[in-house]
């Protein structure tokens, strides 16, 4: 396969990452793009044609952590990263709000499994931990996000009583 048919296929998921990670359209562009890019200079050394999707989200996730640390500010959560006025109209924006407060080791495994689609193995591989720990993330990930959502909307039932 040619890298443009890889770049076809995967280019909105990987920006669907990007968007999650940085919430700005404009930086998700250039992390793409950027990502692409090396992967382009990179692909004649890609051995492994199965485990392109994986290879270029690590590329996309290597290029956001590049950005962050250029502006010499690596958030611990993602609610320290600006979002979008936009988001304001989004109707899931509880949702949004609970994941965007959870820490980014959290919040980061969780995405490439929801948005990437991978596994506990591939999501270890990715961001260098091992597949127990990768599982353990993922697990108290989804514990703190029912947390944050369950007592909002049990408040919610109990004021439709009334």
Same mark, same amino acid.
């Given at each position: 396969?040619?890298?443009?048919?890889?770049?076809?296929?995967?280019?909105?998921?990987?920006?669907?990452? /990007?968007? #999650? @990670?940085?919430?700005?359209?404009?930086?998700?562009?250039?992390?793409?793009?950027?990502?692409?890019?090396?992967? #382009?200079?990179? =692909?004649?050394?890609?051995?492994?044609?199965?485990?392109?999707?994986? #290879?270029?989200?690590?590329?996309?996730?290597? $290029?956001?952590?590049?950005?962050?640390?250029?502006s010499?500010?690596?958030?611990?959560?993602? /609610?320290?990263? $600006?979002v979008?006025?936009?988001?304001?109209?989004?109707p899931?924006?509880?949702?949004?709000?609970?994941?965007?407060?959870?820490?980014?080791? =959290?919040?980061?495994?969780?995405? @490439?499994?929801?948005?990437?689609g991978?596994?506990?193995?591939?999501?270890? /591989?990715?961001?260098?931990? !091992?597949?127990?720990? !990768?599982?353990?993330?993922? !697990?108290?990930?989804?514990?703190?996000?029912?947390?944050?959502?369950?007592?909002?909307?049990?408040?919610?039932?109990?004021?439709?009583?009334?």
């Amino acid at each position: 396969m040619r890298f443009e048919d890889l770049a076809r296929r995967y280019a909105a998921d990987l920006y669907r990452f /990007a968007f #999650w @990670l940085v919430r700005d359209r404009g930086q998700a562009e250039d992390i793409v793009q950027e990502a692409l890019l090396r992967g #382009w200079r990179a =692909y004649p050394r890609l051995r492994a044609q199965a485990a392109a999707k994986s #290879w270029l989200f690590s590329i996309v996730r290597n $290029e956001y952590l590049r950005a962050v640390e250029a502006s010499s500010r690596q958030p611990e959560y993602l /609610a320290e990263i $600006e979002v979008p006025d936009e988001r304001a109209a989004d109707p899931n924006l509880e949702m949004r709000e609970a994941l965007l407060s959870l820490p980014a080791s =959290y919040a980061e495994p969780l995405a @490439l499994q929801v948005l990437g689609g991978f596994s506990c193995a591939e999501i270890a /591989a990715m961001i260098g931990s !091992t597949e127990g720990a !990768t599982m353990t993330r993922l !697990t108290r990930a989804r514990q703190a996000l029912k947390r944050l959502i369950a007592p909002q909307s049990a408040k919610e039932r109990k004021g439709g009583r009334s």
